[in-house]
């Protein structure tokens, strides 16, 4: 990936919900055009904070992120998506009130033209959904609200997903399913961020990973290379000393 330009790229940026309390204590983040990237890090490291930084939520107190060429300090979330982003948060990501098609249809909402094949494109890559298309939301299974968050956001085709823990509170069996979608949208070509508190699933599949600690990227390499670090499995994923 390094022949390219970054497709996003954070530098030493602080941030954090409080004045004077920085979550982020100067981390620096980038992908690259098609990229799968995990941030992984301990309870509190600040994972989440930075996907919500680097999407509008939150303003940085110092530091640069740029996407797709354009500064994004400063930019409000509806003006991010429509730079080619889009972020699926980790709990309250679908609209539990409206059916399987509106919320995807509520996706879409800053396209000017004809959303049906968007939406039967959808269909088609999550059937499960398509079953459901008139069921509300609120009445889906974990593991299907969570494909609907994820189809909702690929309504708009973006560049890069930021995907929130979407593995969390579901059954392994709806784990794998889900990282396998994770995977399959991958291989169409859009950068995904994944945030993820399964640290091994998420390195096995990633391209490149961070693994955050107090708001500071600690180490960073290929996801092969971090599972199969000593350090970063004695301190993040469980292993022990031989």
């Known amino acids: 990936m390094p022949d390219s330009d970054p497709l996003l790229e954070v530098e030493n940026v602080y941030a954090g919900y409080v004045k004077d309390l920085d979550i982020l204590q100067g981390v620096n983040f980038r992908i690259y055009p098609g990229e799968l990237v995990a941030v992984i890090g301990p309870n509190g490291a600040g994972k989440s904070t930075l996907a919500k930084t680097i999407f ?14 354009k500064n994004l300090v400063g930019l409000k979330s509806d003006e991010i998506v429509q730079q080619g982003m889009c972020y699926v948060p980790q709990i309250s990501n679908v609209f539990r009130s409206l059916t399987v098609e509106e919320n995807l249809e509520m996706g879409a909402f800053v396209l000017d033209q004809p959303i049906q094949s968007l ?119 469980g292993a022990t000393k031989r």
Do not use: C, W
């Open 56 to 69: 509008g939520l939150l303003t940085p107190r110092l530091g640069s992120m740029v996407f797709a060429g």
């Open 119 to 237: 939406k039967d494109e959808i269909f088609t890559r999550f059937p499960k959904l398509a079953e459901r298309r008139h069921q509300r939301a609120g009445t889906l299974s974990g593991g299907e609200r969570q494909m609907l968050a994820m189809g909702r956001a690929l309504m708009l085709k973006p560049k890069l997903l930021l995907l929130d823990e979407p593995s969390a509170a579901l059954s392994p069996l709806l784990v794998d399913s889900v990282f396998e979608q994770i995977r399959e949208i991958n291989r169409t070509g859009t950068a995904i961020a994944l945030v993820e508190q399964n640290a091994r699933k998420a390195l096995e599949m990633a391209d490149r990973g961070y693994v955050l600690e107090a708001g500071r990227d600690r180490f960073e390499g290929r996801g092969i290379d971090l599972l199969n670090d000593p350090k970063v499995g004695e301190l993040y994923l």
